[in-house]
C-alpha cells in the first residue's frame, strides 16, 4: 500500500500545479480585464466555454487513451502541454491571443483527471477509494487557493505575467517524473467484478462514445449521479467571476481580498475535502444509501449558505462564514461523485466515463455557467443595475438544486445497479455500430 500512497501523494501535487495554473486567469480578474481591455462576456468566455469546451472534449478522448496505453506517460505529455502554455500566457496582449493559450492549456490539462482517477482505482480497493479521491482533489481548494494568495502577495511585487511565466516554468519540472513512474494493473483491486474480462475495441472517438452509451444504459444511477454532478458544478464555474464581484461589488482592494480569498479557500476546501473523503466512506460502509446519501444530506445543508451569501454585506462575520460554506461545497462533493461512478462504472470503462463525466460538468458547470454570468452581468449592466454580478451569481446558485431529485432517484437505483454490474457478461466486445 506505501506504492499507492506515493502514487496517490503524486497526483495531489500535479492536481494542486493543475488548480494553480487553470485558477490564475480568475486571480488576477481585475488586473488582466483592465490590461487586456476585456468585456465581461469576454472574460467568462476565457475562464468558462474557451476553456473548457476543448478541455472537456479532449477529456473523453484523454479518458478513452487511458483506458488503452501507459497512463503515466498520457499524464506527462499532457503537463507538459499545459505548462508550456501557461509561460506562454504571461506574454498575450489580446482576447484572441489568451483565447489560444487557454485552448492548448485545456487539451493538456484534460490528461491527468481521468488517467490519474482510472489508476487510483487500480492502487486502491472499493471501500478506500472514496478516501483516495477526496485526498487527490485536495488540489482543488489548495490549488486554487493558492493561485489568490499568489495574486495578492507576489502580483504586486513582479506583475500577473510573470507568475504565469514561473508557473510554467514549474511545471515542466515534473514532466521526467511521469515517464519514469508504473503503470498499475487494471482491475487488480476488483476481484470479484466481472466486468475486467471485457475486450475493448481499437481506439476511436466513435468506441469511446459506444463505451459511454453502454455503461449509461447499464446503469440508471450513473445517469443520475452524473446528472446531479453537472447541477452542483453550475456554480462552482460560475465562480470564475468571483473575484470581479468582490471589487466591483462589495469594494474590496484587489490584492489584499485575493489574500483573504486565498486563505479561506485553502482553509475551508481543504477541510471539506477531507470531511468528503472520509465522511463518504463512512456513510458508504453503514447506510443504504451510501455516499449519494452522503452528497444529498451535505447539499442540503451547504445550499442555503450559497444563496444567501449572495446578499450579504461584507462588514458582518456571516458574509464570511457563508463565504467559507461556499468554498466547502466546491470541494466536499468530489470525493464521494468520482467513487460512485467508478463504482457503477464496469472496470474496462473507467477512465473512459470518467472522462465523460469531465466533458459534461465542465461544459456545463464549467463553461456555460461563467458565460452565463458574463453575459447577463453585461446586459444588467447596460440596463443600470448596479447589483449586475450579484444578481448573475445568485442565478447561477440556484442551479444546485437540480441535483437534489437526481440524486434521490439515483439511490433509488444504485443497489439494484451494482448487482446488474457484477452480473453482466462481458465476454465479447462492445458492438460499434
Known amino acids: 500500500m506505501k506504492s499507492a500512497y506515493s502514487y496517490l501523494a503524486f497526483f495531489v501535487a500535479l492536481n494542486y500545479l493543475n488548480m494553480v495554473d487553470r485558477n490564475l486567469l480568475s486571480a488576477f480578474a481585475p488586473s488582466i480585464v483592465a490590461d487586456l481591455n476585456l468585456s465581461d462576456t469576454q472574460f467568462g468566455l476565457l ?24 497512463r ?38 484534460s490528461a491527468l483527471s481521468p488517467t490519474a482517477m482510472s489508476m487510483l482505482s487500480d492502487l486502491f480497493p472499493p471501500e478506500k477509494r472514496g478516501m483516495a479521491t477526496g485526498i487527490y482533489y485536495f488540489g482543488v481548494p489548495i490549488g486554487a487557493g493558492s493561485s489568490y494568495l499568489l495574486a ?16 510554467g516554468f514549474i511545471g515542466l519540472l515534473f ?26 475495441q481499437k481506439f476511436s472517438f466513435r468506441n469511446a462514445i459506444n463505451e459511454v452509451r ?37 469594494g474590496f482592494n484587489e490584492a ?16 471539506a475535502a477531507v470531511f468528503g473523503a472520509l465522511m463518504s466512506d463512512w456513510f458508504h460502509a453503514r447506510f443504504k444509501s451510501g455516499r449519494l446519501g452522503f452528497l444529498l444530506i451535505t447539499l442540503l445543508f451547504v445550499a ?4 444567501s451569501y449572495r446578499f450579504l454585506t461584507p462588514d458582518t462575520t456571516l458574509f464570511y462564514a457563508c463565504m467559507a460554506l461556499t468554498f466547502f461545497y466546491v470541494s466536499f462533493y468530489y470525493g464521494p461523485v468520482f467513487a460512485s461512478i467508478q463504482e457503477l462504472t464496469p472496470v474496462p470503462h473507467r477512465a473512459t466515463m470518467l472522462g465523460f463525466h469531465l466533458l459534461m460538468t465542465n461544459i456545463i458547470g464549467g463553461g456555460v ?10 446586459k444588467l449592466q447596460a440596463a443600470g443595475n448596479p447589483h449586475a454580478l450579484t444578481i448573475s451569481l445568485f442565478c447561477a446558485g440556484l442551479v444546485t438544486l437540480i441535483a437534489v431529485p437526481c440524486l434521490l432517484i439515483a439511490i433509488k437505483h444504485y443497489h439494484t445497479d451494482i448487482e446488474k454490474l457484477h452480473n453482466l457478461d462481458l465476454g465479447e466486445p462492445l458492438n460499434s455500430e
Open 47 to 70: 475562464t468558462g466555454l474557451i476553456f473548457v469546451t476543448i478541455y472537456a472534449i479532449t477529456g473523453l478522448f484523454m479518458g478513452a487513451l487511458a483506458d488503452r496505453f501507459h
Open 152 to 167: 495578492g502577495w507576489l502580483g504586486p511585487q513582479i506583475g500577473w505575467r510573470n507568475c504565469f511565466y514561473l508557473l
Open 214 to 250: 453502454f455503461c449509461l444504459n447499464t446503469s440508471r444511477a450513473l445517469v443520475f449521479t452524473v446528472t446531479a454532478a453537472i447541477a452542483m458544478s453550475f456554480p462552482v464555474g460560475a465562480g470564475a467571476m468571483e473575484m470581479l464581484w468582490l471589487v466591483r461589488e462589495r
Open 175 to 200: 514532466v521526467g517524473i511521469c515517464f519514469l513512474l508504473k503503470d498499475p494493473q487494471r482491475g487488480a483491486m476488483d476481484k470479484g467484478n466481472n466486468s475486467t474480462k471485457l475486450k475493448l
Open 72 to 109: 503515466p506517460r498520457i499524464i506527462g505529455v499532457g503537463l507538459a502541454i499545459w505548462s508550456t502554455l501557461t509561460a506562454a500566457t504571461g506574454a498575450t496582449h489580446n482576447f484572441i491571443q489568451v483565447a489560444l493559450t487557454r485552448v492548448f492549456i485545456g487539451v493538456g490539462e
Open 369 to 378: 455557467s461563467a458565460g452565463f454570468v458574463g453575459f447577463l452581468s453585461d
Open 304 to 307: 442555503p449558505a450559497l444563496m
Open 256 to 271: 489584499e481580498i485575493a489574500k483573504t480569498f486565498g486563505l479561506i479557500f485553502m482553509l475551508s476546501g481543504t477541510l
